[in-house]
């Protein structure tokens, strides 16, 4: 790109945590975001979705929006599946009729959780619930209609604004007199500013580099493993630190917290093709959450 010139990239679902901390990334000169919300850009209805890529003259589409209620989904798959799977292949669609690539964001949940060791990207899928299977179709959809496209599976993601597994636990430990986390389901805590300080890398390289070479799906989840337990516990502890009040937070099996939906014991992600193609390592979770707690008390 020369002179003032400047690459025009729509990124859906503007009200989300990853679409929030898009919107708030330092975006390197030439890439302008253009963020859509659900008034302008509604993935229930694929078909008016695909007109807002063909009408903007953009240079890439990101795609975080997504229907997210894990548990919901169960009960309202449909609308899980236009929203997660047509919705992302109209888009996809429309960016390969534009000739433009699509950045599309995935989940750990597409995973069984049976895989003794953290997962690579080309493992098997075979996910448990609906939300899962809906993310897959996403995946299913782009990889078949747009060939230049890149798959950003990430994981347990965690901000300061939107609902999260922070915030319900920061909201819980200053409510009840004891917490109960379930201990045996185990994955990585990604936060979403580190999400949008990699999709902006990949966005730069792909358009302003030109690069052609790394289409596919990458995993992307903030470095470290750990339980839902072990975040419980890291929360509460810093927390803790500013409040004072430091309820136990007991570990508990799966079977002790029923949910509609079932969720993988285990959806750690490697990264390692992430790095070693994009030159990008995500930062350890217990840094990023640090971060985040501070946000939140600011
Ligand atoms: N949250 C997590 O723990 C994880 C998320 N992911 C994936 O990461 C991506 C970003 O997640 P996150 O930022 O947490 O999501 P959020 O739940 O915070 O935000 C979802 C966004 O999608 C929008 N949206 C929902 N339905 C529609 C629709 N029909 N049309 C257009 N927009 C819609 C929401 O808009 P509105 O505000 O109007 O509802 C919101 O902007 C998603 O693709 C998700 O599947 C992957 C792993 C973990
Ligand atoms: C609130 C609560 C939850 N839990 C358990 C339930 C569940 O197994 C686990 C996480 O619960 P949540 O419902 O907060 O998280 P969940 O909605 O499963 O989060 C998922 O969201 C989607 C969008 C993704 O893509 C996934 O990567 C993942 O982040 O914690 C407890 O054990 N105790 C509690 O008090």
């Known amino acids: 790109m020369t002179g003032e010139e400047t690459a025009r ?68 798959e449909a609308l899980a599946e236009r929203v997660n799977g047509e919705g992302p292949r109209a888009l996809a669609m429309a960016c390969a009729t534009a000739g433009i690539p699509l950045i599309q964001i995935s989940t750990d949940y597409v995973f069984d959780g049976t895989k003794a060791g953290p997962y690579v990207e080309d493992d098997p899928v075979a996910p448990l619930g609906a939300y899962g ?15 230049r496209h890149v798959i950003l599976r990430t994981a347990w993601v965690f901000s300061a604004h939107g609902k999260n597994f922070v915030k319900t636990m920061l909201r819980l430990a ?21 999400i949008a300080r990699v999709v902006v890398e990949i966005a730069r390289q792909i358009v302003l580099d030109g690069r052609d ?32 009040k430091r309820p136990p ?9 029923p ?6 014991a285990n959806s750690v992600l490697d990264c ?9 390592t995500p930062r350890p979770w217990p840094d990023t959450l640090a971060d985040v707690l501070a946000e939140l008390a600011g």
Not at 259 to 264: E, L, V
């Open 9 to 76: 990239v729509l990124v859906t679902g503007a009200t989300g945590q990853v679409g929030t901390e898009l919107a708030r990334a330092a975006w390197p000169a030439g890439l302008t975001p253009v963020m859509a919300g659900r008034e302008t850009l509604d993935l229930s209805a694929p078909e008016a979705a695909a007109t807002v890529v063909r009408d903007g003259a953009f240079s890439l589409v990101v795609n975080p929006a997504a229907y997210t209620a894990v548990d919901a989904a169960e009960t309202d």
């Open 133 to 147: 299977r809906s993310k897959l179709a996403g995946e299913v959809a782009v990889r078949a209609e747009c060939p």
């Open 174 to 194: 200053a409510e009840k007199p004891e917490l109960r986390v379930v201990a045996d389901q185990h994955g990585c805590p990604t936060a979403a500013h580190d």
């Open 213 to 244: 070479d790394a289409w596919g799906t990458y995993h992307m989840a903030g470095a470290g493993a750990t339980t839902w337990h072990g975040f419980a516990e890291a929360i509460v502890a810093a927390q803790a630190a500013r409040t004072g």
């Open 249 to 257: 937070v007991h570990p508990i099996t799966t079977a002790e917290f």
């Open 259 to 264: 949910t509609p939906a079932q969720r993988p």
């Open 272 to 280: 390692g093709k992430l790095t070693r193609t994009f030159g990008l």
